[in-house]
């Protein structure tokens, strides 16, 4: 991911800079747990649709919250802020009611002058 890599740390050593926390990180940037169940479904489709990444989030429907597409929304925007850094960006369709069928995520590279923008 253009100079960062993804790794998952299970145990961390003190005294690293990471407080001890376990899970996916992107160069010293930890992800949620949503953030990460979302990266992948956009790492593995291209494309996700929101339905698509609320299935992908709370496999049981049971379980699922009323929000659950706002939820989504606030992860992608988390998830988008968190991978500026790096030259990658988090895109949903311009101009697209969220409502859509259509409405989704995919992930796009972004030059390194804009990366360092949207970083500052």
């Known amino acids: 991911m253009n100079g960062a890599r993804l790794v998952y740390r299970q145990r961390t050593r003190r005294g690293?800079?990471?407080?001890?926390?376990?899970?996916?990180?992107?160069?010293?940037?930890?992800?949620?747990?949503?953030?990460?169940?979302?990266?992948?479904?956009?790492?593995?489709?291209?494309?996700?649709?929101?339905a698509e990444a609320i299935e992908t989030i709370w496999p049981n429907p049971d379980f699922e919250p009323d929000w659950a597409a706002e939820i989504v929304g606030v992860v992608a925007f988390r998830l988008r802020?968190?991978?500026?850094?790096?030259?990658?960006?988090?895109?949903?369709?311009?101009?697209?009611?969220?409502d859509a069928p259509d409405y989704g995520y995919r992930l796009t590279h972004i030059p390194v002058a804009d990366a360092e923008r949207m970083a500052a």
């Open 16 to 50: 690293n800079g990471f407080k001890g926390r376990k899970g996916w990180f992107i160069g010293d940037t930890a992800l949620s747990e949503h953030e990460t169940t979302l990266l992948f479904a956009i790492m593995c489709r291209r494309k996700v649709t929101t």
């Open 81 to 98: 802020n968190k991978l500026a850094p790096y030259g990658w960006d988090v895109r949903s369709p311009p101009g697209l009611n969220r």
